[in-house]
């Protein structure tokens, strides 16, 4: 059976629990649930929200085609990637990754996987806001991301 | 050809959108830029370290070598921290 991978980019946010739910509904054969979900932090109590930028369609595509890839590499009865846009403030979620299979090692590296390349290749900027009204700051890209995605290149 | 922007390059540029005509001698990515860069100097200053700036054709990511083509879009952005 073709698996197809469910690949959303919006404003609103989600439920990390449906789509999970929407993964096992009706299923005998799933053993393995794995969800990331990646939420707006503020470790130092400065920032009041980030703002998420993308590239409408490219988000789209991009995350299709590495969704594509992992369930090349993974034997995956279901995957969805939900990543949403906008403004968003300290403690809400920006990003979902849920991965299910028969079993547990092929959903946890998938959803790794995932995560690895989305932050990598998934059009989407953030800009950071400020509590003190300090001028806006763009986030830079970090090395240590381009290490990760780069791992599932050498293995 | 329509070039867009993201980010700060689009803040630097100072339009998302914009429709150009391109010369017969720009042929790559990399041409493409160059062209660019003598626009304005928003443009330039843009592309000033243009080694950091990431390049889509028709929304797939491309290098700085890869023809245009009869690619209809091309898109300018910097390094991406979605996630």
């Not at chain 1, 979900?37 to 980030?50: K, M, V």
Request: net charge negative; with cysteine.
């Amino acid at each position: 059976m073709v698996v197809e991978a469910t690949v959303r980019v919006q404003a609103e946010d989600f439920s990390a629990q449906s789509e999970m739910d929407t993964l096992t509904a009706g299923r005998r054969d799933v053993g393995a649930l794995v969800s990331f979900t990646g939420l707006c932090r503020d470790e130092a109590g400065t920032l009041a929200a980030l703002e998420l930028e993308h590239y409408p369609g490219m988000a789209e595509a991009e995350l299709d085609r590495i969704a594509s890839d992992a369930l090349k590499r993974w034997p995956l009865t279901g995957l969805t990637v939900v990543h949403r846009y906008g403004k968003i403030r300290p403690g809400e979620q920006i990003v979902l990754v849920v991965a299910a299979s028969a079993h547990r090692r092929a959903a946890f590296e998938a959803a790794d996987f995932l995560m690895d390349f989305l932050k990598t290749r998934a059009p989407f900027w953030k800009k950071e806001h400020f509590v003190s009204g300090k001028a806006e700051t763009w986030v830079a890209a970090k090395a240590d991301d381009d290490a990760d995605a780069e791992r599932w290149i050498a293995s | 050809m329509n070039i867009r922007y993201f980010a700060w390059v689009r803040e630097r540029v100072g339009v998302e959108e914009e429709a150009i005509e391109l010369p017969s001698s720009v042929v790559t990515v990399a041409d493409l830029i160059g062209h660019l860069k003598t626009i304005d100097d928003n443009h330039a200053f843009a592309f000033e370290d243009e080694e950091t700036i990431r390049v889509a054709l028709d929304q797939m990511h491309v290098e700085a070598d890869a023809e245009l083509g009869d690619a209809k879009e091309a898109a300018f952005f910097p390094p991406m921290t979605g996630g």
